[in-house]
């Protein structure tokens, strides 16, 4: 008989512990967990104090005045676990969770690989206990039973299920609510009644008359109690891969066989997203060279990428990674492997694409050329401005990555009272300057938003020269209920540089200083 | 193969070299605007490119000493001076239907460009270039209708700059060269800033810039002189 050994992974009194974790209080603290006025979860230090299950807040308080006391809350205690559940994952994949607290898993794999049960075991604990937790671990031959061993802390050998658990109090079979229907403290309670006291006594009984005296639940209490074959644990599948790779067999070190590879590894990724009925808006590209180096780059898009832009934009990468400008920047070595990975997907349904034509108002060639530019440097150095509001010439332009969704910063059809009317600067600077008076004196802009005194010279690297004419200050009044505003009036003023013509600058003054902000030429 | 065939043969071949003769000189027959779809979308612009008419109301005035009101496309044509004339050619591209890109700039006013008409949707910005901002701008021409290039200082061989000229003749690209020096380019466009007109009143503030441009070289449109 094939016996799959399951493995209980068992985290005391959870509740408190996560609510603990989530106050930001020590492990060791006296929590206690509430629901409907009752403590149902308690931490160790609470219960030397007195605290039991099932007391009313005022008494556990009054047996543990420094207890700190949380409401139930079935999500925090789900998400504190999901710590514990990660540092099981490393070690042992697909663990099932079957209540925050609470993981089975199948040992006979991490058994063979730890050497046995009982290092497999050793090395479970420590490796929650290094995610902040204290665990108990059980082994038995099925999962209820590895459920019982846990609270006991024991290994069960194979084949002693029923002898371990026929020494348990009959009352043991409700207290796990994850293996218990609703009704199981009423049965617990009528079979010690009628003088069951422990399991094995139940698991004596017939199982014709447990299913005609007690129903449906008692028949599954029996089944568990005679440590019969119940279902295993099945733990969370790994997410489908969807990655297409391929060895390449010649190494590419030319172009035109890169644009090969590229074809046929789009090709592949796209019957495996279609697959799953998925669709790429991120997409990596991964290369590895025959010395070992590995070229790395993230294609993002707003649109899911089709096959043909699939196999576009890795002819492109591969195309720059090879005839790279500086030839120190280039891999030493042909490629040898090549990887697609889709970053994110969306599903089919969530797309909603425009009934007409890309969402950009370019032309397929000129969108083509930039898309090869964000091969050659990077998906961040092509940009796409789009009007937003705002008052000053900087604010009024978001530059966003081509194939990003064109966000403007602000809403431009606002009406933005004291914004810069036309002509704008079109050199825009943020470089510190200093403007000063006839004496040389410093020119500030006042809470009242005028001049401190008359500007007379401009004062910055390269750029010294009395005013011949200055307007404003134009003070700008934003973000006043801002508490990361740093404090001063923030106003912008025009002046124009001695000269013929001279120049005409923009500046700006915020948190007590001038910065030239434009040029107009 | 028969006389009829043969003649055929080399009516085509005349063609072909016709073709090949207008295509180097730049100044007629089917660029890549020439053909097909594209041809409905932007007539005026399939040989010329129009510099840019500043009227007035824009408030960018311009005051031109020898205005030309053409650049040839697919030429190279070196910048000075004052930043709003690349601006207003990619503003005049742009709202024509053409796409610009723009780069090696970061501190282009694009705003500025909007308030001289552009269609900031057919613009492109690659302020960080890298190494090589020829060569990027080498890969744009294939898709664009204007490329303004900042060189930051940089000299462009004349060895390397032939073969980026003849890319530019054979895509139709206009390639405008700002901050640096390009041997040998067609068209030299200076445009300085000749004076500023503020409103009056309390509330005064700068309300026109005006420009004065000269220029000089070899594919420039008509030519003539303006009063300024």
Redesign the interface.
């Known amino acids: 008989m094939s016996v799959s050994r399951v493995l209980a992974i068992w985290c005391m009194d959870w509740p408190a512990v996560a609510a603990a974790a989530a106050a930001g209080l020590l492990p060791t603290s006296p929590v206690a967990v509430m629901l409907a006025n009752r403590v149902i979860a308690c931490s160790a230090s609470a219960r030397a104090a007195g605290v039991r299950r099932g007391l009313r807040r005022r008494e556990a308080q009054a047996r543990c005045p420094e207890l700190h006391v949380a409401t139930a809350d079935p999500a925090r205690d789900a998400r504190h676990f999901e710590n514990v559940t990660a540092a099981v994952d490393d070690l042992v994949p697909r663990a099932e969770v079957l209540r925050p607290g609470l993981l089975v898993l199948p040992v006979r794999g991490a058994a063979r690989y730890f050497g046995s049960e009982q290092a497999a075991a050793e090395r479970l604990v420590d490796a929650v206990a290094a995610a902040g937790t204290e665990c108990q671990v059980g082994i038995a031959d099925r999962l209820p039973t590895a459920v019982f061993a846990a609270r006991a802390g024991r290994i069960v050998e194979p084949g002693k299920d029923a002898v371990f658990l026929s020494a348990l109090s009959i009352r043991q079979l409700a207290t796990e609510p994850s293996l218990a229907a609703p009704g199981r403290e009423d049965l617990a309670d009528l079979l010690w009644r009628m003088g069951i006291r422990n399991i094995g006594q139940f698991a004596a009984l017939s199982r014709a008359d447990v299913a005609s005296r007690f129903g449906a639940d008692a028949v599954a209490a029996h089944r568990l109690a005679r440590a019969e074959p119940s279902r295993g644990p099945s733990g969370r599948e790994p997410p489908p891969e969807l990655d297409a790779v391929m060895d390449c067999d010649p190494p590419i070190d030319r172009v035109d066989a890169a644009a090969f590879a590229g074809r046929s590894l789009a090709c592949e990724l796209h019957r495996s997203l279609e697959g799953s009925g998925v669709g790429c808006t991120r997409l990596a590209i991964h290369a590895v060279t025959a010395n070992g180096e590995e070229l790395n780059r993230v294609w993002r898009c707003a649109e899911p990428l089709t096959e043909d832009a699939t196999a576009d934009r890795v002819r492109w990468q591969l195309d720059g990674w090879l005839n790279r ?2 030839p120190n920047d280039r891999p030493t070595a042909p490629i040898t492997v090549l990887r697609l990975h889709p970053v994110e997907v969306v599903s089919a349904e969530a797309l909603q694409l425009p009934l007409w034509g890309p969402p ?11 898309v ?2 964000q091969g ?2 990077g998906p961040e ?7 937003s509001g705002g008052r000053g ?1 900087a604010e ?2 978001t ?1 966003t990555p ?1 194939g990003d969704e064109p966000v403007p910063w602000a809403d431009p059809s606002q009406p933005w009272p004291g914004q810069l ?9 943020d470089d510190p300057v200093e403007v000063l008076d006839g004496e040389g004196n410093p020119v500030r802009v006042t809470g009242r938003g005028l001049f401190s005194a008359e500007p007379a010279r401009l004062a910055a690297p390269g750029r010294d020269g009395r005013l011949s ?1 200055w ?2 200050p134009w003070p700008v009044d934003e973000r006043w209920w801002d508490p990361d505003r740093k404090a001063g009036r923030t106003a912008r003023a ?1 002046v ?1 540089l001695d000269g013929d ?4 600058m923009l500046l700006c003054y915020r948190q007590r200083r001038w910065y030239l902000e ?4 | 193969m028969s006389l009829d065939q043969r003649r055929l043969d080399r009516a085509e071949q005349v063609e072909h070299l016709r073709h090949k003769i207008a295509a180097i000189s730049g100044k007629v027959g089917p660029g890549r605007r020439g053909e097909g779809s ?1 041809n409905d979308v932007l007539p005026e612009l399939e040989s010329l490119l129009p510099l840019p008419e500043l009227s007035p109301a ?3 005035y311009p005051q031109t000493e020898r205005l030309p009101t053409a650049l040839s496309r697919g030429t190279v044509a070196v910048l000075s ?4 004339l690349p ?1 207003s050619m990619v503003a005049a591209v742009t709202a024509a239907g053409g ?1 610009a ?1 723009i780069v090696g700039q970061p ?6 460009a ?2 001289m008409g552009a ?14 901002p020829v ?2 701008a080498a ?6 209708d204007l490329v303004v290039l900042g060189l930051g200082g940089r000299t462009v061989p004349a060895t390397r700059a032939r073969a980026v000229v003849a890319r530019a003749r054979q895509k139709g690209c206009t390639l405008l060269v700002a901050g640096g020096d390009w041997q040998g380019a067609s068209a030299r466009l200076e445009a300085r ?4 007109e ?1 409103t009056c009143g309390s ?8 420009l004065a441009m000269r220029a000089r070289g070899r594919s420039l449109g008509s030519v003539h002189a303006v009063g300024g």
């Open positions: 400008r500086n950009v108002k370019m032309t397929d060639s000129a969108y083509r050329a930039l090869r530019v050659l440097l150095a092509v940009q796409v401005p789009v009007l010439p009024r332009i530059l081509l009317p036309e002509p704008s600067p079109t050199v825009l600077l004419w307007a404003g025009q124009l013509p001279g120049q005409a434009g040029i107009y030429e | 594209s824009s408030g960018w001076g004052a930043r709003s601006l796409h890109a501190d282009v006013g694009l705003l500025a909007v308030e269609d900031l949707s057919r613009i492109a910005v690659i302020p960080e270039p890298g190494a090589d060569e990027v890969v744009l021409m294939d898709g664009m800033v000749s004076g500023y503020m509330g005064g503030r700068i309300s026109r810039v005006r």
